[in-house]
């Protein structure tokens, strides 16, 4: 049986770092070279990316890409994806899930749409139950990241149907060392002071021989969410939703002769959030900065993972051997929806006898107490006081969600390194042998004494068993197993000194199995009182294709086309009762697929002082994996449903106007709807055609700075400003025509987020102020409840206004 629905349960369709600060000349130095004497505009430079497996310049890269230096993200004040995404055109970043979306292609069902390495390292969560979480890896003491838009089922495989985020680290030098300590100091308005130190050194140790690379990093993020007691208002702790975040990381490199290099390395991260960033709408007041949360249970996410890796790249005539070779092993304990929240909001229906078909207690025997006086069990305000139930007022449930996975990865790659040669290629091997483990616990002590209060029986006679020892309500234990075999290919060849044809592709042979126990008074209720016990398996051949043409109209000008598939591995899923849920529910899904069609181009005008890359896209999803929700039994499935369209443009702009003035312009726009009616096995309408996904349409982010001197140090001015459209179309929870249509939920409204810089070079000191949030925006965003007979609101906003200095020491 899959776990049961959490969160915003009237949504119904799970598919619908600080790195070191380097202020202005450092940092402008690397974008552009500022000559006094010079009168005009310098060169917008070139970025090396490897997006393509090989070192190539961003502008001759025939692919949307996005990069980011340490350079560059040290000026944005970027500490993570979620800022990462902020200046991407077409990708956006989910809070709770921590999803990259890019160009509207993400589904919390399944595996993951988006590729997440760390090096060559994949390191993404398949979804075996409830909030499988990716990681947030942190951006310090990194070269860059890359972000690649549109499947990239050829040279990353599985997991990359939307695109790829890709963190690149910094190698140990063998001729240079390098070091430098950074600290950093904010403080949010209505919120905590947050602190950061990190230090990072490395350099030869037996000159072109032998070097290594050392780096840790601490982070307490302050929190400005109180919780509180919900009847009182009293604050039981304040700032509650903090985070620490721990990051350490060595690697060595290793020479014995010019062509071979060993590079052993090691990176850990432990990440501690204490609460979630949620508050309760009908108890805060944020236009005063005031925002609460009365979730009586504490929503927890502690996170870490270790990484040890192994790579060896030989470099010969004409052609490079690359191998790496990592483990990956990740443990999240999180609180991953209130206990307290979902129990009530699932037994007041019981009270209700609304449309779900509750009429009395959990078998369906009419009330002796006249229970539906007992409605509701939750107000706009929290647990109903008003019931006069001490119990009530005193209850608390718990929830815990354990996500582990265990993978093992190897790939082989020969590649050409001759960039003069007509004919570009990598090919490979690719291995993962991955285990993962969901388990689900609802912790519920006083379950027996509310069974009783609501409909005066005892545990046996509403639910068919008494608790689990330590009073356990529900247990949801799967294991599974994903183990993929793949071959790949990539070339390209120049027909001509400007036009170029590529070719790619991937064929894989792909398992995954799994393991199911559910047990506890709540499932034995829909099991026929026996715990359930359930296998399965799926096995696949996926082939992925590219191919695309290039045309080098100038130096500086170039066109591209490009056509590429990517696709999900399938997977099964337990079965689920077919008494208690009322009906016969798919135990397997199959892959699912992308067909990527794009053009794009890729300029520089103005002498080269203005770089532009822009591209058009027309991306058909298919078979898309989606997570259904049973309300009557108040759990889920995962099953291929419908099938969407996703079209828009994206664009990306530098513009060095003069030696001191530069301008940057990031713009996405994506349209993603269904493109058919999909129904579940009722024939009920989950997603009409022409209903959204959940992205939104517009992005646009524009930066500004200013680059001078005072008293002959270098300094600058920094101004970014994002902004976010309100999505019109409806997603399918937010359509009258859908039979689970939640009148509660409405789409986030646009949103505007500025950010200011100031920073000065003195020495080896760089010296940085910064307020994040300049206008204290806080929209109202992913506004949600349990369902929609709940009438207790959660929402997220932005972070308050934050001002804060950073300082960074280099040697």
Same mark, same amino acid.
């Given at each position: 049986m899959t776990p049961k629905r959490c969160g915003r349960i009237g949504v119904l369709l799970a598919a619908a770092g600080g790195a070191p600060l380097l202020l202005a000349a450092q940092a402008h130095a690397q974008s552009a070279t500022i000559s006094a004497s010079s009168s005009k505009a310098t060169d917008v430079s070139e970025i090396v990316v490897t997006a393509s497996r090989r070192e190539q310049n961003l502008s001759k890269v025939p692919e949307s890409v996005s990069a980011f230096t340490a350079a560059k993200m040290d000026i944005q004040g970027i500490k993570s994806i979620a800022d990462v995404s902020k200046f991407t055109p077409g990708v956006s970043f989910d809070q709770d899930t921590h999803d990259v979306s890019i160009r509207g292609i993400d589904s919390t069902a399944g595996s993951s749409t988006t590729g997440v390495y760390i090096d060559d390292t994949p390191v993404q969560m398949r979804n075996l139950g409830l909030n499988a979480n990716n990681t947030l890896p942190t951006v310090f003491d990194l070269d860059r990241v890359e972000i690649l838009r549109g499947p990239q089922g050829t040279l990353f495989g599985a997991g990359s149907e939307g695109g790829t985020v890709r963190?690149?680290?910094?190698?140990?030098?063998?001729?240079?060392?390098?070091?430098?300590?950074?600290?950093?100091?904010?403080?949010?308005?209505?919120?905590?002071?947050?602190?950061?130190?990190?230090?990072?050194?490395?350099?030869?140790?037996?000159?072109?021989?032998?070097?290594?690379?050392?780096?840790?990093?601490?982070?307490?993020?302050?929190?400005?969410?109180?919780?509180?007691?919900?009847?009182?208002?009293?604050?039981?702790?304040?700032?509650?939703?903090?985070?620490?975040?721990?990051?350490?990381?060595?690697?060595?490199?290793?020479?014995?002769?010019?062509?071979?290099?060993?590079?052993?390395?090691?990176?850990?991260?432990?990440?501690?959030?204490?609460?979630?960033?949620?508050?309760?709408?009908?108890?805060?007041?944020?236009?005063?900065?005031?925002?609460?949360?009365?979730?009586?249970?504490?929503?927890?996410?502690?996170?870490?993972?270790?990484?040890?890796?192994?790579?060896?790249?030989?470099?010969?005539?004409?052609?490079?051997?690359?191998?790496?070779?990592?483990?990956?092993?990740?443990?999240?304990?999180?609180?991953?929806?209130?206990?307290?929240?979902?129990?009530?909001?699932?037994?007041?229906?019981?009270?209700?006898g609304d449309t779900y078909g509750y009429p009395s207690d959990p078998n369906g025997n009419p009330c002796t107490n006249n229970c539906q006086s007992l409605y509701p069990l939750l107000t706009s305000t929290g647990i109903n006081t008003s019931l006069g139930q001490p119990l009530l007022n005193n209850y608390v449930a718990t929830n815990v969600i354990t996500n582990s996975q265990y993978n093992w990865t190897q790939e082989f790659r020969l590649q050409s390194n001759d960039p003069a040669a007509k004919l570009q290629w990598v090919a490979g091997a690719f291995m993962a042998f991955n285990y993962q483990r969901s388990t689900e616990i609802i912790y519920d002590p006083e379950l027996p004494a509310l069974t009783n209060l609501l409909w005066a029986e005892d545990m046996i006679t509403a639910w068919g068993q008494d608790l689990l020892p330590g009073g356990i309500d529900?247990?949801?234990?799967?294991?599974?197993?994903?183990?993929?075999?793949?071959?790949?290919?990539?070339?390209?060849?120049?027909?001509?000194?400007?036009?170029?044809?590529?070719?790619?592709?991937?064929?894989?042979?792909?398992?995954?199995?799994?393991?199911?126990?559910?047990?506890? &008074?709540?499932?034995?209720?829909?099991? #026929?009182?026996?715990?359930? @016990?359930?296998? =399965? %398996?799926?096995?696949? !051949?996926?082939?992925?294709?590219?191919?695309?043409?290039?045309?080098?109209?100038?130096?500086?000008?170039?066109?591209?086309?490009?056509?590429?598939?990517?696709?999900?591995?399938?997977?099964?899923?337990?079965?689920?009762?077919?008494?208690?849920?009322?009906?016969?529910?798919?135990?397997?899904?199959?892959?699912?697929?992308?067909?990527?069609?794009?053009?794009?181009?890729?300029?520089?005008?103005?002498?080269?002082?203005?770089?532009?890359?822009?591209?058009?896209?027309?991306?058909?999803?298919?078979?898309?994996?989606? &997570?259904?929700?049973?309300?009557?039994? #108040?759990?889920?499935?995962? @099953?291929?449903? =419908? %099938?969407?369209?996703? !079209?828009?443009?994206?664009?990306?702009?530098?513009?060095?106007?003069?030696?001191?003035?530069?301008?940057?312009?990031?713009?996405?726009?994506?349209?993603?709807t269904f493109s058919k009616t999909a129904f579940d096995v009722f024939n009920n309408i989950l997603a009409e055609k022409g209903d959204a996904l959940d992205v939104v349409p517009w992005t646009v982010t524009l930066g500004a700075q200013y680059n001078f001197h005072v008293f002959d140090h270098p300094a600058f001015l920094r101004a970014d400003d994002e902004f976010n459209s309100k999505r019109t179309t409806p997603i399918p929870a937010e359509d009258p025509a859908t039979t689970y249509y939640d009148p509660g939920l409405v789409p986030n409204p646009a949103t505007n987020l500025?950010?200011?810089?100031?920073?000065?070079?003195?020495?080896?000191?760089?010296?940085?102020?910064?307020?994040?949030?300049?206008?204290?925006?806080?929209?109202?965003?992913?506004?949600?409840?349990?369902?929609?007979?709940?009438?207790?609101?959660?929402?997220?906003?932005?972070?308050?206004?934050?001002?804060?200095?950073a300082a960074t020491f280099r040697y």
């Open positions: 963190y690149i680290t910094n190698q140990p030098s063998l001729t240079k060392f390098t070091a430098f300590a950074h600290g950093e100091l904010d403080y949010t308005d209505g919120g905590a002071p947050s602190y950061e130190l990190g230090a990072a050194a490395g350099g030869p140790i037996v000159e072109d021989k032998l070097g290594f690379r050392v780096s840790a990093w601490w982070r307490r993020e302050g929190g400005y969410i109180d919780r509180v007691d919900y009847q009182s208002l009293g604050v039981t702790e304040p700032n509650a939703n903090r985070v620490d975040t721990v990051a350490l990381r060595a690697a060595f490199a290793w020479a014995p002769t010019s062509s071979l290099t060993i590079t052993p390395s090691i990176d850990f991260q432990k990440r501690n959030q204490n609460n979630y960033d949620n508050y309760w709408v009908g108890i805060s007041n944020p236009g005063a900065g005031q925002f609460l949360n009365g979730t009586p249970d504490r929503m927890a996410d502690p996170d870490h993972w270790l990484l040890p890796a192994l790579k060896i790249e030989w470099k010969g005539p004409g052609v490079s051997f690359i191998s790496n070779t990592s483990y990956y092993a990740r443990k999240e304990e999180v609180n991953g929806y209130s206990g307290t929240l979902y129990d009530l909001s699932y037994f007041q229906h019981f009270t209700l529900y247990i949801n234990d799967t294991s599974a197993h994903d183990r993929q075999i793949a071959l790949f290919a990539d070339g390209t060849y120049s027909i001509t000194d400007q036009l170029k044809f590529e070719v790619g592709l991937r064929f894989a042979w792909t398992h995954f199995d799994y393991q199911n126990l559910n047990t506890g &008074a709540q499932d034995l209720l829909d099991s #026929g009182g026996l715990p359930a @016990t359930a296998s =399965g %398996s799926k096995n696949e !051949k996926p082939l992925t294709p590219k191919v695309g043409l290039t045309y080098q109209v100038t130096s500086d000008d170039m066109v591209y086309g490009t056509i590429s598939k990517g696709y999900r591995i399938g997977g099964a899923t337990p079965p689920l009762p077919a008494v208690a849920c009322g009906g016969t529910f798919p135990t397997e899904y199959n892959s699912d697929s992308v067909w990527s069609y794009e053009v794009g181009t890729k300029d520089r005008f103005l002498d080269r002082t203005l770089q532009v890359s822009g591209s058009l896209f027309y991306i058909n999803w298919s078979n898309i994996q989606q &997570a259904v929700y049973v309300p009557t039994c #108040g759990i889920q499935y995962t @099953t291929n449903l =419908g %099938s969407a369209i996703s !079209k828009g443009f994206d664009l990306e702009g530098q513009w060095q106007l003069s030696h001191a003035f530069e301008v940057e312009l990031s713009v996405g726009y994506t349209d993603a500025l950010n200011l810089r100031a920073g000065m070079s003195v020495d080896k000191w760089d010296l940085a102020l910064y307020i994040n949030n300049a206008l204290n925006a806080h929209p109202q965003l992913n506004l949600q409840h349990q369902d929609s007979d709940t009438l207790l609101y959660e929402a997220q906003t932005f972070r308050p206004l934050t001002v804060g200095f």
